[in-house]
């Protein structure tokens, strides 16, 4: 008798614990706290929205399932807020990288054209001020004056490169046959005036430089041509990042993506995430505009693979720019070997000048001309021959050696080409991914379990 008490009272107690635990694991599934704690932690919304325990009669429109629901109404539309805001944040990321590729390395090319341009300049006057000093100081400001119009014109400025050669040699030839074919022309107001003005404007029809400044104007115009070109492509690029950063998502595409990554919420389900296909499909469709952009993306990263070989391969952009120093040299020897003739036809054209004997000539120094980007120091007095220069540069295979030191100067061209062009090949299909990397940030490879929009399924 005593043994079936004790068997009648186990049984009770062990009755009654079952029912406890059944209670227990009853509020656990219909609590509302892990929603809450989730809805307050992603900031979607007021704390009072969610309720405490699910709801039978919620009239919901996009997260709709059998069953009780920790969502309400005012949930959902703040779940729709909240992923559009998500994922925006989501493209904006990696588009931002993309972008900052783009716009660092169009810095990085502004700043070794701007240094190489510098360098030519420096490059010029010192030829002037060692050969040709009797012309040097007037002829300062005209090579500033043609290096500044190279400058705003590699950045895209809307200017005439041939017109600006023209000009700094338009305004060269009055010094070049006043200081150094008729020095006493110059002594007597021969490059002022009248006389000045005929010089600069039958300089082009009295050919005084032969063919030098076409030449130079051709060759600046193709190497400087491709650089503009990288440059206004480039920030083309930018642009183009610019506007994947306002995507427009359709009300359909953010019923989606709100059924994708909250819905789950609404059956206390906050941790799983979705399944891999159905994130890709749900992110392809919204992101539908942005993947037509993956056939002109493709045609820029080709172009930009073209101009960056254009501009650096084989230092064509380099040696362009020392050659400036050579043409204009042949150009000055030339005029001065055609004196004679030079002089007769200016005397045609523009009327006789009194002339002196050139050993009475002793022109009067001009104001000393300064720049804030070019001095006579930038380059060594001691500089070869202009062919002997190109001679040593145009074997080259590595990298011009302009390479960068303790004073601030960029990099070699070829050296910003080559990580250039191994990063932007990285993103050649960049808009037709999208979706996929957009994903693989939602996804935990290691579950077992997806959501399927629906309900819990196997991966």
């Known amino acids: ?50 309720p405490e325990t699910p709801g039978t009669d919620v009239d919901l429109l996009v997260c709709k399932h059998q069953g009780p629901s920790c969502c309400t109404r005012k949930m959902e539309e703040s779940y729709q807020v909240a992923v559009r805001r998500e994922t925006l944040q989501n493209v904006r990321s990696y588009s931002f990288e993309l972008k900052y590729l783009i716009s660092g390395h ?61 000009r700094f040699h338009d305004n060269l030839f009055p010094l070049v046959y006043g200081r150094l074919v008729n020095p006493g022309v110059g002594v007597h107001g021969g490059l ?123 230092h064509s952009l380099e040696l362009a720019l020392l050659g400036v120093r050579g043409h204009v040299n042949e150009a000055i020897l030339h005029a001065q070997l055609h004196g004679p003739t030079l002089t007769a036809t200016v005397d045609k054209v523009c009327g006789r000048s009194a002339k002196e004997p050139r050993t009475s000539v002793h022109p009067d120094p001009a104001p000393e001309v300064t720049t804030s980007t070019v001095t006579s120091s930038t380059v060594p007095p001691s500089i070869p021959p202009t062919e002997q220069l190109m001679g040593q540069l145009a074997h080259l295979r590595s990298s011009f050696p302009l390479k960068p030191s303790k004073n601030d ?35 935990v490879v290691d579950d077992f379990t997806c959501w399927s929009g629906d309900d819990v399924v196997e991966r």
């Open 1 to 50: 008798m005593f043994r079936a008490i004790c068997t009648r009272v186990n049984f009770c107690w062990i009755w009654l614990a079952v029912l406890f635990l059944l209670k227990v694991e009853d509020v656990g599934a219909y609590s509302c706290h892990e929603v809450k704690t989730a809805f307050q932690v992603r900031q979607i919304g007021p704390l009072k929205w969610v």
């Open 106 to 166: 169009a810095t990085a090319f502004q700043d070794t054209f701007q240094y190489l341009l510098s360098f030519s300049q420096g490059h010029l006057s010192s030829l002037l001020e060692d050969t040709y000093s009797p012309l040097s100081r007037e002829a300062l400001p005209h090579v500033n004056a043609l290096f500044s119009s190279l400058s705003l014109y590699i950045r895209g400025q809307n200017l005439s490169l041939e017109a600006a050669v023209a």
């Open 192 to 314: 002022t005036g009248e006389r000045g003005e005929c010089l600069r404007a039958t300089r082009q029809d009295v050919n005084p430089f032969g063919p030098h400044p076409e030449t130079l104007a051709q060759e600046l115009g193709r190497t400087l041509g491709a650089g503009r070109a990288l440059s206004l492509a480039l920030a083309e690029g930018t642009e183009v990042m610019n506007a994947t950063e306002h995507v427009s998502f359709t009300k359909e595409c953010l019923r989606g993506l709100t059924k994708m990554q909250y819905c789950s919420h609404c059956r206390g389900l906050t941790l799983i995430k979705p399944c891999v296909g159905y994130c890709l499909n749900v992110m392809r469709g919204c992101l539908a505009s942005v993947a037509e952009l993956d056939g002109p993306w493709r045609r820029y990263v080709a172009a930009l693979e073209e101009l960056t070989n254009a501009v650096a391969g084989q």
């Open 409 to 443: 100067k960029p990099r070699s061209l070829k050296k910003i080409s080559r990580e250039f062009l191994s990063y932007i090949q990285r993103y050649k299909s960049f808009f037709a991914v999208l979706p996929e990397m957009l994903c693989e940030g939602e996804m």
